[in-house]
T-cell receptor, first 112, second 117 residues
Framework: DQQVKQNSPSLSVQEGRISILNCDYT??????FLWYKKYPAEGPTFLIS?????DKNEDGRFTVFLNKSAKHLSLHIVPSQPGDSAVYFCAASGGGNEKLTFGTGTRLTIIP | EAGVAQSPRYKIIEKRQSVAFWCNPI?????LYWYQQILGQGPKLLIQ????????DSQLPKDRFSAERLKGVDSTLKIQPAKLEDSAVYLCASSLDRLAGAWDTQYFGPGTRLTVL
């Protein structure tokens, strides 16, 4: 039972344009959501997070949107840069169970 | 500030052999996690320690996997005997103090890639 889903295994975006990565979840007890970025041969690196009491959180070029009714969140990167090429994981936590549940990841490629 | 250290980075063994991974968390971090990441999947939590006590090991296959965190600092994860399906990247992460009430970012090490033949 996959509780956090990233349905797009890969995404290619032109440099300077907006990258939008999507994530859906099924567990209504999740109340905290995170995005991690992973380069090859490295561990995941925390990027940005959002609590369920908010619907938007922004940090520089990165913005996460949360739609609780649709159980959907998205990560926007504007403008996209070549260094953003990586695998992005969505993760969620909550319901008294504080462990992170990860999605399967989306490989983002920024085309120069 | 030094990050989470893991060793070895790569390990190849035959099925039924045993293997051990080592993790040194960020200094001062009370909580330590071991994750298993199978190719094409996201990381899955195996075990979580708070200092040297186990907080969650519900997804640890206890018939073959064991982990310890002596003195609340370094940790080792052992597999004995290994199966083909144990081929994965084993990630260690640490956070400052998970039970403090506020969310603490988990910082990941580079992982150990295990191949079981």
């Amino acid at each position: 039972d996959q509780q956090v889903k990233q349905n797009s295994p890969s995404l290619s975006v032109q440099e300077g344009r907006i990258s939008i990565l999507n994530c859906d979840y099924t567990n209504s007890m999740f109340d905290y959501f995170l995005w991690y970025k992973k380069y090859p041969a490295e561990g995941p690196t925390f990027l940005i997070s959002i609590s369920s009491i908010k619907d938007k959180n922004e940090d520089g070029r990165f913005t996460v949107f949360l739609n609780k009714s649709a159980k959907h969140l998205s990560l926007h990167i504007v403008p996209s840069q070549p260094g953003d090429s990586a695998v992005y994981f969505c993760a969620a936590s909550g319901g008294g169970n504080e462990k992170l549940t990860f999605g399967t990841g989306t490989r983002l490629t920024i085309i120069p | 500030e030094a990050g989470v250290a893991q060793s070895p980075r790569y390990k190849i063994i035959e099925k039924r052999q045993s293997v051990a991974f080592w993790c040194n968390p960020i200094s001062g971090h009370a909580t330590l996690y071991w994750y298993q990441q199978i190719l094409g999947q996201g990381p899955k939590l195996l075990i979580q320690f708070q200092n040297n006590g186990v907080v969650d090991d519900s997804q640890l296959p206890k018939d073959r996997f064991s982990a310890e965190r002596l003195k609340g600092v370094d940790s080792t994860l052992k597999i004995q005997p290994a199966k083909l399906e144990d081929s994965a990247v084993y990630l260690c992460a640490s956070s400052l103090d998970r039970l403090a009430g506020a969310w603490d970012t988990q910082y990941f090490g580079p992982g150990t890639r295990l191949t079981v033949l």
